[in-house]
């Protein structure tokens, strides 16, 4: 069954801080894996997008890894603002219908709070 | 360019009345998907259409529940006969196929 795994499930952190957060995914075939950012009462933005091949992108503060033969990622938080606070959604594609987006698995996201 | 547009933002219904969900993908997309989101749950995949086709509507309940996405306006989430646990967020997103998805800021749907 394709899953995906998010770890912890909250945390609070001091801005300023750094902190990663964890992906686990058993999907399969494997196309891409994105982590969006959601704010509270906010639709999902994206973070990054990773295909097999990639093993690190950074936009920003934000960096995420992916190691596709363990089957994990993280996103990795630099240098905390108090609007990190969001929930981090980390999703997997399954694979691609003629090139769409279909077969996203969701996880159930990672709920961040920077406190100051 | 505007984002992907979603109305009504909130959305109140008594049970057994109708819920229409809109939403507009971004300009030039062609490719619209429906996600279901409970509290504290993650994003639950629903529908995804083409112009005037459901490619994909294996998310979504076999009652109840329906899709469109005609040539000309929005796509539209209908929901029929409401019960409390259709109370959710609905969130649209877009693509222009392979490139990346875009969301819309949700519907959220109260049913009492």
């Known amino acids: 069954k394709n899953q995906v795994e998010q770890s912890p499930q909250s945390l609070i952190i001091l801005e300023g801080k750094n902190c990663t957060l964890q992906?686990?995914?058993?999907?399969?075939?494997?196309?891409?894996l994105r982590w969006y950012k959601q704010d509270t009462g906010r639709g999902p933005v994206s973070l990054t997008i990773m295909t097999f091949s990639e093993n690190t992108k950074s936009n920003g503060r934000y960096t995420a890894t992916l190691d596709a033969d363990t089957k994990q990622s993280s996103l990795h938080i630099t240098a905390s603002q108090l609007s990190d606070s969001a929930s981090y959604i980390c999703v997997v594609s399954a694979h691609t219908y003629g090139g769409s987006q279909g077969n996203l698995i969701f996880g159930k996201g990672t709920k961040l709070s920077v406190k100051p | 360019n505007a984002g992907v547009m979603q109305n009504p933002r909130h959305l109140v219904r008594r049970r057994g009345q109708e819920a229409r969900l809109r939403c507009s993908p971004m300009?030039?997309?062609?490719?619209v998907y429906w996600y279901r989101q409970l509290p504290e749950e993650g994003l639950k995949f629903m529908v995804y259409l083409q112009k005037e086709n459901i490619i994909d509507e294996s998310g979504m309940p076999k009652e109840r529940f329906s899709a469109e996405f005609p040539k000309e306006g929005p796509s539209i989430l209908r929901i029929q006969q409401v019960v409390r646990g259709d109370s959710a967020a609905y969130f649209c997103a877009s693509s222009d196929g392979p490139g990346e998805l875009f969301f819309g800021e949700g519907s959220r749907l109260t049913v009492l």
């Open positions: 992906c686990n995914y058993t999907v399969s075939p494997f196309s891409n």
């Open positions: 300009k030039g997309h062609s490719h």
